[in-house]
């Protein structure tokens, strides 16, 4: 039994020792501890406690988006930079939620948007995490932007590569792959410069044609570079103080090569969907192929490397390297293939006349849009997803079953569609036919 006298006792929040005020807001959910802080000094400043936003950290399940990537170690995080990302998570979580269940009634809120005064930005490229945004020119020159901060700046981070006064035709494309092992975001960058020309040979031909591109075009202007970026930590205060950029290597592009449609970095090896020409006895002959190439064997400033070719009828306009040597890509036509080149012999020097290569999976998808999303690999690789537009207010998921297996089962791949009022249901399942292609199955 209680007596009356311990009955009346009462001990006020404010009284109690400061871990003791962690161990109860830490049974607070986000709004709680929003509205704890407007009571009083006291538990503004306890609601601001690293290791209470820490928790909400680790305890937070968002079932629409996966948690933030962390830049580095969450114990080099401040209180202040822990609350902004769990708030903004679960802001960008609500409006996920609402779009779904809502669907084409859907109104949206007010959309946030900055604007950064940029001239003739060749490519860019937005780093996993949603903060920093690349941005590449003509010249091969790359500048970075913190989009958190409140002043949107350009920053430099790689200088200029190429003289347009010599080369006024170069391109630049660009492509980056994040390192996801790394504690701390660092992640390497592909510029691939091309010497823009007529896709018709010129009227010389032979050994002239391409002799006279070696001297002219793959010298500078017609090259691969590959740079490693990490972040600058601030020593004293852990707080990030921007991005540096260190050039690893560099190799020259094949002077046949007259434009690149894709690209596709990854690990040690870079994909490039290439135009080209090469000799045959009866003159020159047009191919389109994807080359990919170990950039760590390459030697600085040559042609003479080993690298894996195989030809399309159609110019490939986007793919993605994938663990195991496999390639994902798309052609002008939407034609989607799934390609293993490990059983290709690697080839030295100067491209010739590369052979055909046997799909693992294709599909005539046939969708308008020549993009797709990163695809991801599920159940330990043994799986892969992408997602693709349609062009038709439309978006496709294509799930690719038992990667690990000879291709043959019996459903191996199903699409998923989100159709315009949102909603998603199974469009149809394709299975192999006997030519190692697919046929639909509605």
């Known amino acids: 039994m209680v007596s009356e006298e311990q009955a009346t006792i009462s001990c006020k929040m404010l009284d109690l020792p400061p871990e003791i005020v962690l161990q109860i807001s830490t049974m607070l959910n986000w709004q709680d501890i929003l509205r704890l802080r407007q009571t009083c000094k006291a538990m503004s400043e306890a609601s601001r406690t690293k290791m209470l936003w820490t928790h909400l950290f680790s305890l937070h399940k968002d079932p629409w ?29 609500k409006t996920c939620e609402e779009i779904i269940h809502k669907g084409s009634n859907y109104k949206g809120g007010v959309i946030q948007t900055r604007e950064i005064k940029s001239q003739k930005v060749e490519c860019m490229c937005l780093i996993k995490g949603g903060r920093w945004l690349l941005t590449a020119f003509r010249n091969g020159s790359v500048y970075y932007c913190d989009l958190n901060s409140a ?22 494309f660009m492509t980056v792959d994040v390192d996801e092992d790394s504690s701390v975001l660092s992640f390497n960058i592909a510029l691939i ?38 972040l600058v930590v601030e020593e004293s205060s852990r707080v990030t103080d921007g991005l540096a950029a260190t050039k690893l290597t560099s190799f020259l592009l094949d002077p046949n090569v007259v434009w690149i449609h894709s690209y596709s970095l990854l690990g040690s090896h870079i994909a490039l969907g290439i135009h080209c020409y090469y000799l045959e006895p009866n003159g020159i002959k047009e191919c389109y192929c994807t080359m990919i190439i170990e950039w760590m064997r390459v030697h600085e400033g040559s042609l003479d490397y080993p690298r894996y070719c195989f030809s399309f009828e159609d110019p490939i306009c986007a793919m993605h390297l994938l663990p195991q040597k496999r390639v994902f890509s798309i052609n002008w036509l939407g034609d989607l293939y799934l390609q293993d080149y490990s059983t290709l012999p690697e080839i030295t020097g100067i491209l010739w006349s590369p052979d055909e290569l046997e799909p693992l999976w294709t599909a005539p998808f046939k969708c308008r849009n020549i993009a797709f999303s990163t ?47 949102c909603q998603l249901h199974l469009w149809s399942s394709l299975s192999p036919s006997s030519s190692g292609t697919t046929k639909m199955v509605q």
Do not use: C
């Not at 981070?157 to 630049?172: A, E, G, W, Y």
């Open 151 to 172: 002043t949107l700046q350009k920053v430099p981070l790689i200088q200029k590569q190429v003289n347009l006064k010599t080369h006024p035709d170069s391109r630049i």
């Open 193 to 230: 410069f091309i010497q823009a020309r007529s896709s018709e040979p010129p009227y010389e031909t032979g050994w002239q044609f391409f002799n006279s591109n070696l001297s002219k075009v793959a010298k500078k202007a017609q090259q691969v570079q590959i740079w490693h970026v990490n």
């Open 65 to 93: 988006l996966q948690a933030p990537r962390l830049e580095r170690p969450i114990e080099q995080y401040s209180s202040t930079e822990l609350e902004a990302l769990v708030l903004r998570w679960i802001s960008s979580g």
């Open 375 to 421: 695809p991801q690999t599920l159940d330990g690789e043994n799986q892969l997803f992408v997602l693709l537009p349609s062009g038709f207010n439309e978006l496709f998921g294509i799930l690719i079953y038992g990667l690990g297996n000879p291709l043959g089962a019996e459903h191996p791949v199903s699409i998923i569609s989100l159709n315009e009022s």
